[in-house]
């Protein structure tokens, strides 16, 4: 579903899931259905002035045109020739929307284009750039455009001129003109990029870029970076890995304050996978370019040594909240609950009651558990509130740097361990817990009765 704010004083909400487009008039509470015909690839853009839609439709010889409209004002051809069957991407400047999409040419190639809507009249298609790139079908990912005020980007997926490439272009004119556009990602070796392409802004003006690359003839990996205008990119955050190679649609990315969401559908159930990451977390863009370094989310399993079930926990020193060190090996011979959690995880927040009653219920039987928060380090006042505010009374230790979720191969969180009395781990969990979990409760059990 895509939901757009179109006007903050009144709580008004366009949304579209499928082909039908509905609307709120407060907040999102009740919805009427639009009158609205079926929008195919179709983007949104929302603003004072109301909300816009824009859609490919088909003509009689096989190509497309790119149609836009104020919704419930009459739809308006924005160019007669597109890439059949490619996405479209809309925002929202300081000038009015913007638009982006694959243009088609008359010899097949399926360049990068935008259509803007300035003192209420529609511009002519203007290239962001003259890609070349010339598929033997119509690719269904098309660029996708973020904007910042004044600040626009454009990412895209390319196969021009010889390998698979992820560019991303800026404006600092509301979208009047681009600059050369920025690679952040090319094909190496097994590592190849494959679309499709998500894109956010943040403060400075730097693009955060979401893409999928593939790793082998079966999996991919979804990855985040920092691009800037002046050509810098930063290193790869691998959000996710063990992927397959293709998604089921394109991958959103949306920049919170200090933080960024990004949810991608995966499986051939149609699995939706959300997750968020701190923006102090995303490198900064620098003149040197390197292969992904950090992994945060996936399904990968961990190597002998690093958080295996039987095998001994890591001792790493860590700080408490009081900013005393301590460390897992201060804790042999108790049996131990650890769990990796961090304030801008939505699940980790959701498990906090049932980790406070397996403090309460087996605490007096020798169980120790500890929350080791994973939070950038200028946020640990946040983390110091969040405990105060919900009476968390058992352990919690501070690990800004996430020794621990990288010594133990920690994909997802939250995650959980418990640790027996002689230090080896008993059960590794990467899912929330459930109320009263009997792996877990089975797992607790057998740590205590351990001598």
Not at 411 to 429: C, N, S, W, Y
Request: proline share 8%; glycine share 10%.
């Amino acid at each position: 579903m895509t939901v757009i704010d179109t006007q903050a004083v009144r709580r008004t909400l366009i949304a579209r899931t499928g082909n039908v487009v509905a609307q709120s008039g407060d907040g999102g509470r009740t919805w009427t259905r639009l009158p609205a015909p079926a929008l195919p690839f179709a983007s949104f853009a929302g603003g004072e002035e109301g909300a816009y839609a824009f859609w490919l439709a088909a003509d009689g010889d096989g190509s497309a045109k790119l149609l836009g409209t104020r919704v419930l004002a009459g739809e308006t051809l924005l160019d007669p020739r597109v890439s059949a069957g490619s996405a479209t991407s809309a925002a929202m400047t300081w000038n009015g929307p913007i638009v982006a999409y694959r243009a088609g040419t008359a010899d097949g190639a399926r360049d990068i284009a935008t259509v803007r809507r300035v003192d209420a009249k529609w511009t002519t298609p203007r290239l962001v750039h003259a890609d070349g790139w010339r598929p033997a079908e119509s690719p269904k990912s098309g660029p996708h455009v973020a904007a910042l005020r004044r600040q626009v980007t454009v990412a895209w997926y390319t196969e021009a001129p010889d390998r698979p490439r992820v560019l991303v272009a800026f404006s600092s004119d509301a979208g009047g003109t681009f600059g050369a556009p920025v690679e952040v990602d090319v094909a190496e070796g097994d590592h190849a990029p494959s679309g499709p392409v998500a894109v956010d802004l943040d403060d400075n003006g730097h693009a955060l870029v979401l893409w999928l690359a593939t790793t082998g003839p079966s999996e991919a990996t979804l990855n985040l970076a920092r691009a800037s205008p002046d050509g810098k990119r930063g290193e790869e955050l691998v959000v996710a890995k063990g992927l397959p190679p293709r998604l089921g649609g394109v991958p959103h990315i949306v920049r919170a304050g200090d933080r960024v969401a990004v949810a991608w559908i995966e499986g051939v159930l149609g699995r939706v996978r959300a997750m968020a990451v701190p923006l102090a977390h995303i490198p900064a863009p620098a003149d040197r370019r390197a292969r992904p370094v950090v992994a945060s989310a996936g399904a990968s399993t961990p190597s002998p040594g690093q958080g295996r079930m039987g095998e001994p926990a890591p001792d790493l020193k860590l700080v408490s909240l009081d900013g005393d060190e301590v460390s897992l090996a201060s804790l042999r011979g108790r049996a131990v609950l650890l769990n990796v959690w961090a304030t801008w995880c939505v699940p980790c927040i959701a498990e906090m009651p049932e980790l406070a009653a397996l403090h309460e219920r087996h605490g007096k039987d020798g169980l120790v558990v500890v929350g080791v928060n994973v939070d950038s380090a200028e946020t640990s006042n946040r983390v110091r509130a969040f405990i105060a505010e919900r009476k968390i009374l058992f352990a919690v230790w501070l690990d800004p740097e996430m020794r621990i979720p990288r010594t133990l191969r920690v994909e997802e969180l939250p995650a959980t361990f418990v640790i027996d009395r002689e230090g080896r781990i008993v059960l590794r969990l990467e899912r929330p817990i459930a109320a009263n979990d009997p792996d877990l409760e089975q797992a607790v059990s057998r740590a205590l009765s351990d001598s």
